[in-house]
């Protein structure tokens, strides 16, 4: 079963750091695109970030650029958020996810953006910025 | 980055045909996914490339793209297709999420 649960989420105070990680299974992450997309209380869906599936390619929200860094770990299936310089308006629900083109060799060094599609999404992990 | 635009709620009755909107420039030159999500759950993929169905999703679900406006289409839509409704596409790099539409089923 394919499945990405995230974690590292909390209480952080403005100006701080915070680092998500999105453990993967199921599936052979190398070979896929993901993402981070978050949702703040009662708001609609917000993409964050999205990494290729080599890693090379990384492509982030204008609202984040320069404090967020988004990286993986092929190795220990897992993808990264590093949050530095965080704002109250980045409080919000962050969820990673799973693109639904699968990639091989040099095709993931980037993003085909025609077969871009979310197919599976984790549960999602809070982080709230407040002093 | 271009934005897309959601009529921020629509109210169908159940076996009727409901359509979601999605408006953006040019927007028909680009793919469309659309996204399924009900209180306190995660976001479903019901939509991609426009109009193509993941495995699992029922076939009253459809899309097209033309022009400046993405549709999602629900035939005899069900109480349980009551969810907010997001489109998403890319632009300039950027993935973009339409603002969503709630979707009431009565």
């Known amino acids: 079963e394919v499945q990405l649960l995230e974690s590292g989420g909390g209480l952080a105070q403005p100006g701080g750091s915070l680092r998500l990680s999105c453990a993967a299974s199921g599936f052979t992450f190398s070979n896929y695109v993901m993402s981070w997309v978050r949702q703040a209380p009662g708001k609609g869906l917000e993409w964050v970030s999205a990494?290729?599936?080599?890693?090379?390619?990384?492509y982030n929200a204008d609202s984040v650029k320069g404090r967020f860094t988004i990286s993986r770990d092929d190795s220990k299936n897992t993808l990264y958020l590093e949050m530095d310089s965080l704002r109250a308006e980045d409080t919000a629900v962050y969820y990673c996810a799973k693109d639904q083109a699968f990639c091989t060799g040099s095709s993931c060094s980037f993003i085909n953006i025609d077969y871009y599609a979310m197919d599976v999404w984790g549960q999602g992990t809070t982080v709230t910025v407040s002093s | 980055s271009n934005e897309l635009r959601q009529p921020p709620s629509l109210s169908v009755s159940p076996g009727q045909t409901a359509s979601v909107t999605c408006s953006g420039d040019k927007l028909g030159e680009k793919y469309v996914c659309w996204y399924q999500q009900k209180p306190g759950q995660s976001p479903v993929l019901v939509i991609y490339q426009d109009s193509k169905r993941p495995s699992g999703i029922p076939e009253r679900f459809s899309g097209s793209n033309s022009g400046n406006i993405a549709t999602l289409t629900i035939s005899g839509t069900q109480a349980m297709d009551e969810a907010d409704y997001y489109c998403?596409?890319?632009?300039?790099?950027?993935?973009?999420f339409g603002g969503g539409t709630k979707l009431t089923v009565l």
């Open positions: 998403q596409a890319w632009d300039s790099s950027h993935v973009v």
């Open positions: 990494i290729s599936g080599s890693g090379t390619s990384t």
